[in-house]
């Protein structure tokens, strides 16, 4: 049985512009090639973003989800996104997935001074942490938060004034 919340259905875009202060939707994305489509496709649904702020969530999220398809953090329970948008307090897109031994590890050092820096891997040949650079220069702030049973990654990112609409 999956430790992660099922989704809720998505709401429309007529349900999501009422006049609450908050709107949110959530998907639940299986591991497997098609992934980062159905997480664009979730986010270009979303009738609560406009056009930047969807470019925004997707090149942040789409890097989320490599790592964590990367390092083997999807289980076959797949990945919870979740996204909610604030007025005053903006956007946030959260990422749900079972816990795993290498996050806690991961979150242990992500706040270090060097722990989540770009850095080239000689054994390897290739530079890693170069996305996560890119994330926290997208969003307002990125915080990771391992869990006994699931491990969180969160991104905030400031939202942008609506215009206010005029009078008939």
């Known amino acids: 049985m999956p430790l992660i919340?099922?989704?809720?259905?998505r709401r429309t875009p007529q349900e999501s512009l009422?006049?609450?202060?908050r709107a949110r939707s959530r998907i639940r994305l299986s591991p497997g090639g098609t992934i980062f489509d159905e997480y664009d496709g979730f986010i270009r649904?979303?009738?609560f973003l406009n056009g930047r702020e969807a470019a925004k969530l997707i090149v942040a999220g789409d890097e989320v989800l490599d790592n964590l398809m990367t390092h083997g953090e999807i289980s076959a329970a797949g990945v919870c996104v979740l996204v909610t948008r604030r007025e005053r307090s903006g956007l946030t897109l959260g990422f749900f997935v079972d816990s795993h031994r290498e996050f806690?590890?991961?979150?242990?050092h992500a706040d270090e001074r060097d722990g989540a820096r770009p850095r080239f891997d000689q054994r390897e040949r290739r530079w890693h942490g170069l996305g996560l650079t890119m994330c926290r220069?997208?969003?307002?702030?990125?915080?990771?938060?391992?869990?006994?049973?699931?491990d969180r990654v969160f991104l905030s990112?400031?939202?942008?004034p609506r215009p206010a609409r005029s009078a008939p």
Do not use: Q
């Open 5 to 9: 919340a099922p989704p809720s259905r």
């Open 104 to 108: 806690a590890e991961f979150t242990r």
């Open 45 to 47: 649904s979303l009738g």
């Open 157 to 160: 990112f400031d939202v942008e």
């Open 18 to 21: 009422g006049a609450a202060p």
């Open 137 to 150: 220069n997208i969003a307002s702030s990125v915080s990771y938060r391992s869990g006994e049973l699931v």
